[in-house]
């Protein structure tokens, strides 16, 4: 009986702990903000995780300036979208919206709506304040 008990702790210490190394070799990314649009025909989203966010600067609602303009914000997203999702299209900005995130501290980001020119469609991109843009995907069902 003791040798099974042995054998069967030695066992579960070897599973556990290959378990925990694979845990470490895909680690979870753990969402703050996501926000999602359809966009012809499917759902896009633009996901901003914990570590993502708290790379990024502080920022507060008292501010009178943020360490990405708005305008260049715009910008990039305008190249994103031309560059990396469909150049054949003339894109337009149709929304810029600055969110708060509170966790540890308070940081702020953009979510750029932008449409191809002329068509019902829109896409939302996303930029930290550290001028990472967060592009959208296609949501995992």
């Not at 702790?9 to 556990?16: A, D, E, N, P």
């Not at 469909?86 to 308070?106: G, T």
């Not at 750029?112 to 296609?138: F, T």
Request: negative net charge; contains cysteine.
């Amino acid at each position: 009986m003791e040798f099974k008990m042995k054998y069967s702790t030695t066992l579960l210490i070897i599973i556990l702990s290959s378990s925990l190394a694979f845990a470490q070799d895909t680690p979870e990314r753990f969402i703050i903000y996501s926000t999602s649009t359809p966009f012809y025909g499917k759902e896009m989203v633009v996901e901003f995780g914990h570590d993502e966010i708290m790379d990024s600067p502080i920022c507060r609602t008292s501010d009178k300036q943020f360490p990405i303009k708005q305008s260049d914000a715009i910008s990039r997203a305008l190249d994103w979208a031309k560059k990396e999702f469909d150049s054949s299209k003339e894109w337009q900005v149709d929304s810029v919206d600055l969110k708060f995130i509170y966790i540890e501290s308070q940081h702020c980001l953009y979510i750029i709506g932008l449409s191809p020119k002329n068509e019902m469609q829109s896409l939302n991109v996303g930029l930290l304040m550290n001028g990472k843009l967060i592009a959208p995907v296609a949501k995992q069902k």
